[in-house]
């Protein structure tokens, strides 16, 4: 961007935020920014830090400040920070982060929100980390304040917050639905288990299933088996893998035993002779549970017999 179509934006900016110079014997308020004078204001509130204490070479110059106040709007939405907190168990630390967003929804126009449980008001603060960004204290001149309770604040940021909220409500609606690998592997299974779908929420759809790039040897298929398999592992899987030292037999092992229930009791746990990763089984459909192409019952009963020998 060239510096003049910047100084435009700016100017640009700078008119729809509608800062204004103080009023005599008036303060902002530190979130809306609107004028008080003393008698108006609900309360008195932390000064912002215009300028840090330094020295321009050998002088030290103080720093500067701007005195600030809580209007009558502010001071109630800040009387409600501890309220929720409690009622949602959010720790002492997150006050601020609260605070913030309890804020921002006012300065969006206050779109009624009524927290569900403490993970949908967790939720929320996750769902706009910029909501301190209405604070009149962000970028705060020295003798100004808002023409109107949050004009300061730049429309591309009331903008972005107000599609977070947006986001964050359209994901409390949402409902879990089974979600298929994406169409890019060789085969639309897990490539370990089979599973054919996940249930999960759609916006999570993208984190469901993990790509993998895999040997026919390391599924199983034996020393000396050429080919690869490119697909991907259904949640369960991925922590198999994960817990062993990536995508081979030992994950393999490790997937079904953990997908039976086998708790593991001795040292070495058992070897499951011939197991093989779905993908290997030619002409197998994908299937509504895992390790369909496996014996399971089989399995079981000797790890049932394993389990007897080995105690
Ligand atoms: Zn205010
Ligand atoms: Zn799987």
Redesign the pocket.
Known sequence: MSTTTSSVVEAARAALADVIALPEGALPCRWCGVACTREQAAAVAEPIVLERAGYIGTRFVPEVLQQTVLCGACAAVEAEVRPTMIRHLIAGSQADRVASVLHALDALGGPAVTFTDDADALALLEAIPGAHAVSFAVGAKAGTCSARRFAHVDPLAIRSLRESVARWMRARLETPVPIAPPADGDRR???????GTVVALPSKAGQVWTEVYVSASALGAGNGASGAIDGH??????V?IASTDGPGVAALQA?VLR?VGYERRSLTPPTIQGLRG?ALVEGARPSRT??QHVDLAGLRRSLASFEGGAS
């Open positions: 299974g897990c490539v370990f288990c089979g599973v592992t259904c949640p369960a899987c991925t198999a997937a997908f779905w895992p390790w």
